[in-house]
Nanobody, 123 residues
Framework: QVQLVESGGGLVQAGGSLRLSCAAS????????MGWYRQAPGKQRELVAV?????????NYTDSVKGRFTISKDSAKNTVYLQMNSLEPEDTAVYYC???????????????WGQGTQVTVSQ
């Protein structure tokens, strides 16, 4: 069973920075994509940033975090990171790591989620 473990959340003042880590229990090259999602109270979970090619490191971001957040990987550590700079109160949410793998038997994508880490940005 694949496991993803997030860390690095916490409380920070607006304008500050945090780096989230997502450690996988197997090589990240075994995933077709890895990304970060977040869910604020009363809102739906949303995509924040994703690496769609774990070899090339091709990344995409939601518009609200472009220029402030950076997703990266360290294949030697089987870890994906989310560097968050210039944090705003609107970034407050539980952040989740997700790994996706195309199922070779059935026409579906298998998803693996971490337990989430709380990020709180104060005024």
């Amino acid at each position: 069973q694949v496991q993803l473990v997030e860390s690095g959340g916490g409380l920070v003042q607006a304008g500050g920075s945090l780096r989230l880590s997502c450690a996988a229990s197997r090589s990240i090259y075994g995933f077709d994509a890895m990304g970060w999602y977040r869910q604020a109270p009363g809102k739906q979970r949303e995509l924040v940033a994703v690496i769609t090619n774990l070899i090339r490191g091709t990344a995409n971001y939601t518009d609200s975090v472009k220029g402030r957040f950076t997703i990266s990987k360290d294949s030697a550590k089987n870890t994906v990171y989310l560097q968050m700079n210039s944090l705003e109160p609107e970034d407050t949410a539980v952040y989740y790591c997700k790994g996706s793998v195309r199922n070779i038997v059935y026409p579906r994508e298998d998803e693996y989620w971490g337990q989430g880490t709380q990020v709180t940005v104060s005024q």
